[in-house]
């Protein structure tokens, strides 16, 4: 079993739906959750960032963690053809330097 | 201005050969990464380098040599290519010891072993 679990998709939904990203893990060490952004031929990007359980949200994106289920989530609202890109969850006890990242999952947001 | 970069951004090369993928970080950082992407894009970590000291070292073939010059930059070099070695490469940096530090990446390397 992988330390965290990824959905790879693909993940296809029309405009303005919301969509939700999910990441399941198996350390209970884990307390930082990150979410990234990569978009085709580039470098992952930073897109949320969230300390042990809650929620976090920035603009149309809302980060979840819940860490009882070992689960964390990212919700994207009213989805732009620009959010197309895969998305990886990363997480890590302590640190970046044992960041362990998700497959990632791939979406498309349809015009 | 590019926070990390590395070159060359495609590499092309045919088995056996030796190259060499370089970066450079105008972050301050202290720490840098070398990490790898493969086509099912799983994103592993190689290298761990911090203040030019190897901090991490995963299960990576000894072909696989990263030498830090000085704390800005990281660079990897690859002896003897394999076709198993085709993927992207991808350089990052943190500034590490600080609760919740996060990785800044690299445009990455897609490195193409014919």
């Known amino acids: 079993q992988k330390e965290v679990e990824q959905d790879p998709g693909p993940l296809s939904v029309p405009e303005g739906a919301i969509v939700s990203l999910n990441c399941t893990y198996s350390?209970?060490?884990?307390?930082?959750f990150m979410w990234y952004r990569q978009y085709s031929r580039k470098g992952p990007e930073l897109l949320m960032y969230?300390?042990?359980?809650g929620n976090k949200e920035d603009g149309r994106f809302t980060a979840q963690v819940d860490k009882s289920s070992k689960y964390i989530s990212l919700f994207i609202r009213d989805s732009q053809p620009s959010d197309s890109a895969t998305y990886l969850c990363?997480?890590?006890?302590?640190?970046?330097?044992?960041?362990?990242f998700g497959q990632g999952t791939r979406l498309t947001i349809n015009p | 201005d590019t926070a990390v970069s590395q070159t060359p951004k495609y590499l092309v090369t045919q088995m056996g050969n030796d190259k060499s993928i370089k970066c450079e970080q105008n972050l301050g950082h202290d720490t840098m990464y070398w990490y790898k992407q493969d086509s099912k894009k799983f994103l592993k970590i190689m290298f761990s380098y911090n203040n030019k000291e190897l901090i991490i070292n995963e299960t990576v073939p000894n072909r696989f040599s990263p030498k830090s010059p000085d704390k800005a930059h990281l660079n990897l070099h690859i002896n003897s290519l394999e076709l198993g070695d085709s993927a992207v490469y991808f350089c990052?940096?943190?500034?590490?010891?600080?609760?919740?530090?996060?990785?800044?990446f690299g445009e990455g390397s897609w490195l193409t072993v014919v």
């Open positions: 990363a997480m890590s006890p302590r640190g970046a330097q044992k960041l362990v």
């Open positions: 350390n209970s060490a884990f307390q930082y």
């Open positions: 969230t300390y042990s359980s």
């Open positions: 990052a940096s943190s500034q590490e010891y600080l609760a919740g530090n996060t990785i800044y």
